[in-house]
């Protein structure tokens, strides 16, 4: 069985998770301009970012980017991509920190911590 960190080194290559980082971040900015909401200035977390095809546009207008992933070699190369390109706004993580959101009622409260994180620019 292959894992998420064996595919990590050729994942950006792969012209079908390209098409999906860019449909997304379509998607995003449609969503964001239907509610007059702005992604610059905000905070943004990239679940599941893999190697970053969708953190790396999220990074170039966001105040910040948290990027998760739980694969190791997906986070190496999104963190050789940060190194790389002196992105000081963009960090990795293997878990989300803990919040007592996710306590009682994980699945809607992960919901709601969503919307809060999509709803308020950063000050």
């Known amino acids: 069985m292959t894992t998420w960190d064996d595919r990590a080194a050729g994942w950006d290559q792969d012209a079908a998770v390209q098409a999906y980082a860019a449909g997304a971040f379509e998607s995003l900015n449609a969503l964001a301009a239907s509610s007059g909401f702005a992604l610059t200035g905000t905070t943004a977390c ?20 948290d990027a998760v992933d739980t694969s190791p070699a997906m986070r190496a190369v999104l963190d050789a991509k940060i190194e790389r390109r002196g992105w000081t706004r963009v960090r990795t993580l293997e878990w989300l920190p803990s919040t007592p959101l996710f306590r009682r009622e994980p699945r809607r409260d992960a919901r709601r911590l969503t919307t809060r994180l999509c709803a308020r620019p950063r000050t």
């Open 46 to 65: 990239d679940f599941g970012c893999g190697t970053g095809l969708l953190t790396e546009r999220l990074a170039d207008r966001c105040a910040r980017v």
